[in-house]
């Protein structure tokens, strides 16, 4: 069926009717008809002339998808082209330096001292910008604060780095590669042309068979078409940075959806969730797929794409729709389910001049009044051994809280609770799994005295 498919699609994209193409090949309409149902192929010699007249290859017209195909040749020659382009690039970079005198040169890098003293001005708004995106995410001293802080630090350095670096290479371009053209010509034809004589150094004349020649080009250096260009370029990197958080949130995406198809399969009704994820997925597929057409030039077909947009849309906002109704009859349940055990240790210490306890206030603390004590001061943690695993230790008359490595976090178990809890439609606050609860209970003078040695 390719090949019925592949001759449809040529035929209609160069705006041939059924009839034309059937009288260049000197059949029937019908014949033409019949050989894009794929209820018949033509002979060799017809199929050698469509390849002709198409200009495509034999294998791809009858074996292959010809979209496809295109799509990859597309692909391999931008790559391709980059290469050419960066060999070209210090080909004439070499050349021009070879042909210039030294007062030429030093000239020349006087300008391109002035170029890159305007790029690293450019550096300033770069900054501020990046402070600002940055304090919007700060929260406090916590790892998602710092990591978005590194994260959107090291993107925006990166950015304007790569940023200058294109920015200079294509201004020296414009400015230095473009506006000399090097040719190649022959020392006879030199003889024989008076214009191509006048337009040669008197030099080379002397020189073997072939020589190089400058020629200065006469380009208006368009400050205007400089802008846009540059402008154009900058978008185009920095949708190259905009992939990475797209491609990241993805694969999250992929992640999540795998988790919940993975949830239904136990029983939950988990399917808004499963079709927004299934939306975000599609659309953040399509959105790369754009972000490479207009940067690599790639041609994915336009209308795939809109079709796509729209699809991932309607099935987002099912899922959006059914992932409300099914949030919003779910009862929290503020505490822990009665299957996670709370472990406790007490420990009873003399209180002394020297006795300070330690706390940090990530802890939940307790500070309780006892007379009946005496000068004994009780300490009494809890906590659950799924997550944390504590214990009271008093060194040189210090108390504090000393963390053991858990031999292992038991995913499995707070997964099935979770579950079982969607199916009974309510969640519980699993956050207090990694809660340490400590109790200190004391006299009222002697908290009065541990007091002065809390430094936390």
């Keep these: 069926?390719?090949?019925?498919?592949?001759?449809?699609?040529?035929?209609?994209?160069?705006?041939?009717?059924?009839?034309?193409?059937?009288?260049?090949?000197?059949?029937?309409?019908?014949?033409?008809?019949?050989?894009?149902?794929?209820?018949?192929?033509?002979?060799m010699d017809k199929i050698v002339t469509l390849c002709k007249i198409f200009h495509c290859d034999l294998d791809v017209l009858i074996n292959k998808d010809i979209t496809e195909e295109r799509q990859r040749k597309d692909a391999s020659g931008v790559i391709k082209g980059v290469f050419l382009n960066i060999c070209d690039y210090v080909k004439k970079t070499i050349l021009v330096f070879e042909h210039k005198s030294i007062k030429e040169i030093i000239k020349m890098f006087a300008q391109i001292a002035i170029i890159i003293c305007v790029i690293l001005c450019f550096a300033i708004p770069f900054v501020i910008l990046k402070e600002i995106v940055i304090s919007l995410f700060y929260t406090g001293d916590n790892f998602f604060s710092l990591f978005f802080t590194r994260f959107f630090g090291f993107l925006f350095n990166a950015l304007y780095v790569v940023l200058a670096i294109a920015s200079f290479l294509y201004i020296f371009k414009i400015k230095f590669l473009d506006s000399e053209e090097i040719v190649e010509v022959v020392e006879d034809d030199i003889h024989d042309s008076k214009e191509d004589k006048d337009n040669?150094?008197?030099?080379?004349?002397?020189?073997?068979?072939?020589?190089?020649?400058?020629?200065?080009?006469?380009?208006?250096?368009?400050?205007?078409?400089?802008?846009?260009?540059?402008?154009?370029?900058?978008?185009?990197?920095?949708?190259?940075?905009?992939?990475?958080?797209?491609?990241?949130?993805?694969?999250?995406?992929?992640?999540?959806?795998?988790?919940?198809?993975?949830?239904?399969?136990?029983?939950?009704?988990?399917?808004?969730?499963?079709?927004?994820?299934?939306?975000?997925?599609?659309?953040?597929?399509?959105?790369?797929?754009?972000?490479?057409?207009?940067?690599?030039?790639?041609?994915?077909?336009?209308?795939?794409?809109?079709?796509?947009?729209?699809?991932?849309?309607?099935?987002?906002?099912?899922?959006?729709?059914?992932?409300?109704?099914?949030?919003?009859?779910?009862?929290?349940?503020?505490?822990?389910?009665?299957?996670?055990?709370?472990?406790?240790?007490?420990?009873?210490?003399?209180?002394?001049?020297?006795?300070?306890?330690?706390?940090?206030?990530?802890?939940?603390?307790?500070?309780?009044?006892d007379d009946s004590l005496g000068n004994q001061v009780k300490v009494k943690i809890s906590y659950y051994p799924e997550i944390n695993s504590v214990h009271l230790v008093n060194e040189d008359d210090t108390v504090f809280i000393?963390?053991?490595?858990?031999?292992?976090?038991?995913l499995q178990k707070i997964t099935d609770s979770v579950i079982r809890d969607l199916k009974k439609g309510k969640i519980h606050n699993y956050n207090s799994l990694g809660s340490v609860k400590m109790t200190v209970s004391a006299t009222h003078d002697n908290l009065v005295k541990l007091n002065e040695s809390w430094n936390y």
Excluded at 316 to 340: D, E
């Design 1 to 43: 069926m390719k090949f019925g498919e592949n001759l449809q699609k040529l035929r209609k994209e160069q705006g041939i009717s059924q009839e034309q193409l059937a009288e260049k090949l000197g059949v029937t309409r019908q014949s033409v008809s019949k050989w894009e149902s794929g209820s018949s192929y033509p002979e």
């Design 200 to 369: 040669v150094l008197e030099e080379v004349k002397n020189k073997p068979k072939k020589v190089r020649v400058i020629r200065k080009n006469n380009h208006d250096f368009s400050l205007l078409d400089l802008f846009t260009k540059a402008i154009t370029i900058c978008i185009k990197f920095f949708l190259l940075f905009v992939l990475i958080p797209i491609v990241i949130g993805l694969v999250l995406a992929v992640v999540g959806l795998v988790v919940g198809i993975s949830i239904m399969f136990q029983g939950v009704f988990f399917i808004g969730p499963v079709l927004l994820l299934l939306g975000v997925v599609v659309f953040s597929i399509v959105l790369v797929e754009m972000i490479l057409d207009f940067i690599f030039n790639l041609k994915f077909s336009k209308r795939r794409i809109i079709v796509t947009i729209i699809s991932s849309f309607v099935v987002s906002a099912v899922g959006l729709g059914l992932s409300f109704w099914f949030f919003l009859n779910l009862t929290v349940v503020n505490g822990i389910p009665s299957n996670f055990s709370v472990k406790t240790e007490e420990k009873v210490y003399t209180m002394t001049d020297r006795l300070s306890i330690e706390y940090y206030n990530f802890y939940d603390t307790k500070f309780v009044a």
């Design 402 to 410: 000393s963390y053991d490595d858990v031999n292992g976090v038991s």
